[in-house]
Each structure stands twice: as C-alpha cells, then as structure tokens.
C-alpha cells in the first residue's frame, strides 16, 4: 500500500471505500458464519431431542418454515437428511450428526 501522507484526497476516500466493501463482505461472512452455527447447535438439539423419544411418538413435522403436520415416530435411529436443494438422504442418527448445512440456507 502506498505511503497514505502522500496520497490526494481522492486517493485516500478510494482506499477508504475499498476498506469498507472488505469490511461489509467480513461482516456478512461473520453473520453467515453465527447463522449456520446456530442452525448446526439447533439440529443436532433436534437430533439428540428426537434420539430419545420412543417409537409411536407423535409430534408436529415441519413442511416449510409456517407449516406443521402431525407425525408418528417410527424409526429414532433413522433420520431425513436434506443435503441441499430439497434431496433428501436416509442416515443413522450419528451419520445425520456429521452432515454439513446445506449452503442454499
């Protein structure tokens, strides 16, 4: 980087322009970062939540993010694991554990 006491004022408001845009684009990689890690803390809650439960357990199923069905628990040791763009794969409960969020959250 050049010696800022020699920079014209245009120069400096440049570089302070680019120091925001990396600034903005740290922050929202921060804040994407801190969503998903809450996300990733809430499944496996979930998970560890829906591993004790017994079979025949009926509980609300989520749809979409506003809609909720009645469900039964068939299979604790069994889980749906969306890997992204709405696929889904069958795991075991600690397979399902290690399965990354998909980055269209």
């Known amino acids: 980087m ?5 920079m014209s004022l245009d120069q400096l408001k440049a570089v302070k ?5 990396k600034v903005n684009l740290l922050q929202d ?17 979930a998970l560890h939540d829906l591993s004790l439960g017994p079979q025949g357990k009926k509980m609300l199923v989520p749809l979409t993010a506003s809609l909720h069905v009645l469900g039964t628990l068939d299979d ?21 554990e290690l399965v990354e969020v998909p980055s269209t959250y």
């Open 76 to 96: 604790a040791d069994k889980v749906l694991v969306d890997i992204g763009t709405r696929y889904f794969v069958e795991k075991t409960m600690a397979e399902g």
């Open 29 to 45: 990689s921060f804040n994407n970062i801190r969503t998903t890690n809450g996300r990733l803390e809430n499944t496996s809650a």
């Open 17 to 21: 322009e680019q120091a925001d845009i």
């Open 2 to 6: 050049a010696d800022l006491e020699k």
